[in-house]
C-alpha cells in the first residue's frame, strides 16, 4: 500500500459554483489507531451537513469533508474485534475526524457495520448517515416499538432521512400510520411507494391539511425543517406530542408549552463525538439496517451516481444540494 494517497477538501469557503471550492491533495496514509479500521473508500454520498460545513466552518488549512462511505477494510488496529482485512463495510463517520472523500480513511470500529451483500458500495454508501438518524429518531428519541399506535408526521419526506425514515416505519411499527409531506406528483409518488399512507404539502396550509387527516393532531412529528415552524408545529401536534428536529431549528419553543409538547434534537454524532458508553450501538444499528436491506424491506434511496469521486464531481452535488434539487441521496464512486 502507498504511503500516500488522495484526499479531496476545502482550504477556503468559497460557493459550490467556484472551481476552487473543492481540491484534491496527497496526504499521508495513516495507522489504525487501536479501535480503527483503515478503510479502501470505494463509494461516498453527499449530505447537507457536508455543504454546510464547506460553506462556513473552518478548513485548518485542508479540511476533508464526507461521511457517508462503503469500502474494503485493508488494515485493523490491535483492539479490533468486529472486523477483518477484507471486509466490505458502510458507515457515516463522524463530524470531529478526517472525512471519507479520500482514497484510504480511518473509522471507528463501533460506528461501522458490514455493507449489505445485495447491493453495490454506490447504492450502500447512500444509507448510513441517514439511515441511523432516522432510526435514533423513531427507537431513541420517539422510544416507537412495534406495538406503538398512533399518526407520524414526517416533514422533509422526500430528503435523505425521510425516505429511509419512511422505510422503517413501514417495516418495523405496524401500528404508526405515516403522513409525510411532498409538494409535486413526482415527490408524492415517491413517499407512497416508501410507505406513507397520506401525503400534505408543507408549501400550502400545512396546519389545515394536517388537521383534516388527523383532526386531534399528530403524535409524533419529525422534521428536517423547523424554522419558522414553531406556532404550525404547536398547532398541529396534540397535547402531550412529541418533535424531532434535525436542523439547527428554532432558539425558542415557548409555544409548545401550553399543549406540553416535547421538543427533541437528534444528532447522529453525538455517540461517536461524546464517545458514549453505548457508542457500538451505531455498529448494532448499521447490522440491521444491512440485515433489513438484504431482506428487500429497506432499499438505497440514490437518485443520482456521479463517477469518478474528483473535486468536479462532488462540486457538482454540492451545488445540487445547496439548491435544493435532490429527492433522495447523490452518491459518488470509483476512483479517477
Known amino acids: 500500500m502507498s504511503t500516500t494517497h488522495t484526499a479531496i477538501g476545502y482550504t477556503h469557503n468559497l460557493p459550490a459554483t467556484d472551481p476552487e471550492s473543492l481540491v484534491a491533495r496527497d496526504v499521508e496514509t495513516p495507522q489504525p489507531g487501536p479501535q480503527d479500521l483503515l478503510v479502501d473508500v470505494r463509494a461516498v454520498s453527499v449530505n447537507p451537513v457536508d455543504r454546510k460545513l464547506r460553506a462556513g466552518a473552518p478548513t485548518d488549512d485542508f479540511r476533508v469533508l464526507g461521511f457517508d462511505a462503503a469500502g474494503t477494510v485493508r488494515a485493523v488496529g490491535d483492539e479490533v474485534n468486529l472486523f477483518a482485512p477484507g471486509d466490505d463495510v458502510f458507515y457515516a463517520g463522524t463530524i470531529d475526524r478526517p472525512g471519507t472523500n479520500q482514497r484510504f480513511h480511518l473509522v471507528d470500529e463501533r460506528i461501522v457495520g458490514p455493507k449489505p451483500a445485495s447491493t453495490s458500495y454506490a447504492d450502500a454508501a447512500s ?17 416507537l416499538g412495534e406495538s406503538s399506535t398512533g399518526t407520524l408526521l414526517v416533514v422533509g419526506a422526500t430528503g435523505g432521512v425521510g425516505s429511509i425514515l419512511l422505510q422503517l416505519a413501514e417495516a418495523l411499527l405496524p401500528g404508526v400510520r405515516v403522513i409525510a409531506t411532498a409538494s409535486d406528483d ?52 396534540r397535547p402531550f ?28 454524532f453525538t455517540r ?19 440485515r433489513l436491506t438484504d431482506a428487500g424491506k429497506v432499499r438505497p434511496t440514490t437518485t443520482d451516481r456521479l463517477s469518478p469521486i474528483s473535486p468536479e464531481t462532488l462540486c457538482e452535488a454540492h451545488e445540487r444540494i445547496e439548491n435544493n434539487r435532490t429527492v433522495g441521496k447523490i452518491v459518488l464512486h470509483d476512483w479517477a
Do not use: C
Open 186 to 237: 413526482e415527490r408524492r409518488a415517491w413517499v407512497r411507494d416508501l410507505g406513507a399512507e397520506d401525503t400534505v404539502n408543507h408549501h400550502g396550509d400545512l396546519a389545515a391539511e394536517v388537521l383534516d387527516l388527523a383532526p386531534g393532531g399528530v403524535d409524533w412529528l419529525f422534521t428536517a425543517h423547523s424554522e419558522g415552524q414553531i406556532e404550525t408545529y404547536a398547532t398541529i401536534v
Open 241 to 268: 406530542g412529541e418533535i424531532v428536529a434535525i436542523d439547527d431549528g428554532p432558539r425558542d419553543v415557548e409555544p409548545l408549552k401550553p399543549r406540553s409538547i416535547t421538543w427533541h434534537w437528534e444528532l447522529m
Open 127 to 143: 444509507l448510513p448517515l441517514t439511515a441511523i438518524t432516522a432510526w435514533e429518531t423513531l427507537f431513541d428519541r420517539f422510544r
Open 272 to 290: 461517536p463525538t461524546q464517545q458514549t458508553p453505548d457508542m457500538v450501538e451505531q455498529h448494532r444499528m448499521l447490522t440491521e439496517i444491512s
